[in-house]
């Protein structure tokens, strides 16, 4: 396993200009932002927009359709969630509510304390590796699930039904999440559970609010560079009038759409693992404009850090050998962490050779 902090710039914990500031000033070409030539997001094919796969959860056909999307999108859309769409609304309000307080406002949840960069609270990019390319975004992470361990202090009380909204919102997901997690267990014929056990009675989902200024040189940056996420699974709220999203389908970028009120469901690299590679963590990365701001929330839910993964045992055969190691998530999470800086995926250093 090679060392995750080669290359590291050693703690840099300043602060450094919200993204928002850049974008209401004016700042054409901040360097930190503008991703080499060859990678830039001009070869986005918006012609080839496309619905995600729906997948009708507690239908009869739920594992066929889970499969099959997951085969060749990794990602679906789900619309009889549970959620109304006058919630989701109202999610996506407070959200935007929440980025439209003035930055200094914003700031009393910095996730800078004490010189100390931590992974929840408001900001951006931290600059972990020499030469890193930044994403055109600012955010608040907050842990919303294990409830004991969420930090209260951190989550906003302007607006007042923040709290609340969110509250609500990851009790929803958590039921969406272990519905999800059977009826894949099931497509694979596995024991409904398979997925699900690993994560015990406690599940971690880490609530990420992305907001996306106007960027004035869109073509030249990304909202959030391409990737797969490190996750279990990842739920997506997306906004309802911005497209943005794009997923790498058949090697080509495609424009992620939803029906009104949909969510968006894609694996990470923990369900890969946990698969055998039958499913790949889809890479998929977001664009921005230079007319219209962007947000949206992705719900990433994963294995407790101090678990170990691995492929589900009767998923390795002899036609299908061990793809990858057991990994613990902790060390899986920071390796991951430091290659996303890099843009490079992380599922290589969990491979059997
Ligand atoms: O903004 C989006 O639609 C997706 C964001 C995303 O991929 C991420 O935060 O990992
Ligand atoms: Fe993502």
Redesign the pocket.
């Known amino acids: 396993m090679d060392a995750p902090m080669s290359r590291a710039v050693k703690s840099v914990c300043t602060e450094r200009k919200m993204v928002q500031e850049r974008s209401e000033a004016g700042e054409a070409r901040p360097i930190e932002y503008i991703v080499k030539e060859s990678q830039r997001p001009a070869d986005a094919k918006p012609l080839l927009a496309s619905p995600l796969p729906v997948v009708h959860l507690g239908q009869p056909d739920e594992a066929e359709e889970i499969k099959a999307a997951l085969q060749s999108w990794g990602m679906f859309q789900v619309i009889d969630h549970g959620m109304p769409p006058s919630f989701l609304d109202e999610v996506r309000d407070v959200a935007r509510a929440f980025f439209k307080l003035p930055v200094e406002e914003k700031k009393k949840y910095i996730n800078i304390r004490d010189g100390m960069f931590g992974r929840e609270g408001y900001g951006n990019d931290q600059v972990k590796v020499e030469g890193q390319i930044l994403d055109w975004t600012d955010r608040l992470y907050l842990f919303v699930q294990p409830e004991d361990q969420t930090k209260p202090e951190l989550w906003p009380t302007n607006p007042t039904s923040f709290r609340d909204v969110l509250h609500e919102f990851t009790m929803k997901t958590k039921k969406l999440v272990e519905d999800v997690l059977k009826t894949t267990a099931k497509s694979l014929e596995l024991n409904q559970d398979s997925f699900e056990s690993h994560l015990g009675d406690k599940f971690s989902i880490l609530a990420?609010f992305?907001y996306y200024p106007c960027c004035s040189k869109p073509d030249l940056v990304f909202?959030?560079k391409p990737?797969s996420?490190g996750t279990l699974i990842?739920v997506?709220l997306?906004d309802k009038d911005v497209e943005?999203?794009q997923v790498m389908n058949d090697g080509e970028w495609i424009t992620v759409t939803t029906s009104p009120h949909a969510l968006i469901i894609n694996i990470g690299d923990q369900m890969e693992i946990m698969s055998n590679g039958i499913f790949k963590s889809p890479v998929?990365r977001?664009v921005t404009f230079s007319d219209k701001d962007r947000i949206?929330i992705?719900m990433f839910c994963a294995n407790l850090p101090g678990k170990v993964i691995g492929p589900v045992d009767e998923l390795v055969n002899d036609m299908r050998p061990r793809m990858y190691k057991n990994v613990k998530v902790k060390d899986y999470v920071e390796v991951f962490q430091q290659r996303f800086h890099q843009g490079k995926s992380a599922l290589d250093w969990a491979q059997v050779l």
Request: glycine share 14%; hydrophobic share 35%; proline share 7%.
């Open positions: 990420k992305n909202g959030v990737h996420d990842t997506i997306p943005g999203l998929h977001v949206s992705a």
